[in-house]
């Protein structure tokens, strides 16, 4: 694998994450519990494929009135952010159980999320995860010029509307990748040679991304006309509609950790090389929101806990709520940042807010 020319400073003189490690693996081995999912992740993987697949079932077979269908496609866009934020994501990561052959299957469900693993996994866990904030190197700070979410990014007369215009923009993500996203991705990394662990064929690839579109589209859009007795239109009305609340969703829980005032978004020196080590950078480029939200924990699979998320990507979400403890007190002792928002209310001010500035003439800006 290639990787972009970046290095991380060596000089943790303090030893923060060795001393962070270790507690962390105290921690699993004095309470003798595995760092993958447990009964509560497989729980919780029923009720989102529950919410996802069950109304597409209701909608097929029920004589029921177009209203009701509306709101259950709705509730499938809502199961499908789910199924990506707590099945898929731990699943790809490796930390959804101790067997590799279960976290491929639910690293899998990517492909009814109208996505590809082989991408997904690049652009987060390869780009995103090694090289986060960083421009230039973490995909997801790119969104083209439509939305400038850096001071490093080319700026345009029209940015200093993104804060209005961006909510809409981000209900895209997932119809994005059913249409165009996962053909330019695989073009782009083949060519660079990026992978998460073995580089596949460009045949398996291609032949991958070719079956599982035409398998989507057959599902979501031909059965439902074949079935329904709906005009078309109305169809695929529903089918973009299930997938803006299930793309509005994501990017905004995605947004609200690294596009925000309280997030750093270094670069590398002249030589190549970032000023903190990779685990010290984490702290410095991730926000926390809303951790003592029982409900905002366990629906968004614990991406709000994206401090803990980053430093140690290969445990399961379930288990972030104990250790961030560990984290924050370790953090606190070294005397480095632990940025967090208390609520998710305050979290998307922060991050209109630093759309707002991003999108001030470079010339105005603070």
Same mark, same amino acid.
Request: glycine share 6%; aromatic share 14%; no cysteine.
């Given at each position: 694998?290639?990787?972009?020319?970046?290095?991380?400073?060596?000089?943790?003189?303090?030893?923060?994450?060795?001393?962070?490690?270790?507690?962390?693996?105290?921690?699993?081995?004095?309470?003798?519990?595995?760092?993958?999912?447990?009964?509560?992740?497989?729980?919780?993987?029923?009720?989102?494929?529950?919410?996802?697949?069950?109304?597409?079932?209701?909608?097929?077979?029920?004589?029921?009135?177009?209203?009701?269908?509306?709101?259950?496609?709705?509730?499938?866009?809502?199961?499908?952010?789910? !199924?990506?934020?707590?099945?898929?994501?731990?699943?790809?990561?490796?930390?959804?159980?101790?067997?590799?052959?279960?976290?491929?299957?639910?690293?899998?469900?990517?492909?009814?999320?109208?996505?590809?693993?082989?991408?997904?996994? !690049?652009?987060?866990? !390869?780009?995103?995860?090694?090289?986060?904030?960083?421009?230039?190197?973490?995909?997801?700070?790119?969104?083209?010029?439509?939305?400038?979410?850096?001071?490093?990014?080319?700026?345009?007369?029209?940015?200093?509307?993104?804060?209005?215009?961006?909510?809409?923009?981000?209900?895209?993500?997932?119809?994005?990748?059913?249409?165009?996203?996962?053909?330019?991705?695989?073009?782009?990394?083949?060519?660079?040679?990026?992978?998460?662990?073995?580089?596949?064929?460009?045949?398996?690839?291609?032949?991958?991304?070719?079956?599982?579109?035409?398998?989507?589209?057959?599902?979501?859009?031909?059965?439902?006309?074949?079935?329904?007795?709906?005009?078309?239109?109305?169809?695929?009305?529903?089918?973009?509609?299930?997938?803006?609340?299930?793309?509005?969703?994501?990017?905004?829980?995605?947004?609200?950790?690294?596009?925000?005032?309280?997030?750093?978004?270094?670069?590398?020196?002249?030589?190549?090389?970032?000023?903190?080590?990779?685990?010290?950078?984490?702290?410095?480029?991730? !926000?926390?929101?809303?951790?003592?939200?029982?409900?905002?924990?366990?629906?968004?699979?614990?991406?709000?806990?994206?401090?803990?998320?980053?430093?140690?990507?290969?445990?399961?979400?379930?288990?972030?709520?104990?250790?961030?403890?560990?984290?924050? $007190?370790?953090? $606190?002792?070294?005397?480095?940042?632990?940025?967090?928002?208390?609520?998710?209310?305050?979290?998307?001010?922060?991050?209109?807010?630093?759309?707002?500035?991003?999108?001030?003439?470079?010339?105005?800006?603070?």
């Amino acid at each position: 694998m290639t990787t972009p020319n970046v290095r991380f400073s060596r000089a943790d003189s303090a030893k923060f994450f060795r001393t962070l490690n270790k507690r962390v693996n105290d921690y699993f081995k004095e309470n003798n519990i595995k760092r993958t999912g447990n009964w509560k992740l497989h729980l919780k993987t029923i009720v989102m494929f529950s919410l996802f697949l069950t109304p597409y079932f209701l909608i097929l077979t029920l004589n029921i009135s177009q209203w009701w269908m509306l709101l259950l496609t709705i509730i499938m866009g809502v199961g499908m952010a789910g !199924v990506g934020m707590n099945v898929m994501h731990d699943g790809n990561h490796g930390s959804y159980s101790s067997k590799k052959w279960i976290n491929k299957l639910m690293g899998s469900s990517m492909y009814v999320l109208a996505g590809n693993v082989y991408n997904w996994q !690049v652009q987060h866990n !390869v780009l995103h995860h090694t090289y986060t904030n960083i421009h230039g190197h973490d995909e997801d700070m790119d969104a083209g010029r439509v939305i400038r979410f850096t001071k490093h990014a080319k700026w345009e007369r029209f940015h200093k509307f993104q804060h209005y215009y961006s909510v809409f923009l981000y209900g895209l993500l997932t119809f994005n990748w059913a249409l165009t996203t996962d053909f330019t991705q695989t073009k782009r990394y083949l060519a660079r040679k990026l992978a998460y662990g073995k580089l596949p064929s460009p045949l398996k690839q291609w032949s991958t991304i070719v079956v599982t579109k035409i398998i989507y589209v057959m599902i979501w859009i031909v059965i439902p006309m074949l079935i329904m007795s709906i005009a078309w239109w109305k169809i695929l009305i529903g089918f973009f509609i299930m997938h803006y609340v299930a793309g509005l969703i994501l990017s905004i829980v995605f947004q609200l950790a690294h596009m925000v005032e309280e997030a750093q978004m270094p670069l590398p020196d002249t030589t190549g090389t970032m000023k903190n080590t990779w685990a010290i950078h984490q702290l410095f480029t991730t !926000v926390n929101f809303s951790t003592k939200n029982r409900l905002v924990n366990w629906f968004t699979g614990g991406l709000n806990h994206q401090v803990e998320h980053h430093i140690f990507p290969n445990i399961s979400h379930v288990h972030y709520t104990k250790i961030s403890k560990i984290v924050k $007190q370790t953090a $606190q002792e070294f005397n480095l940042p632990y940025n967090e928002y208390k609520t998710t209310r305050k979290a998307i001010i922060a991050h209109f807010r630093h759309l707002k500035e991003m999108g001030m003439k470079p010339a105005m800006q603070p």
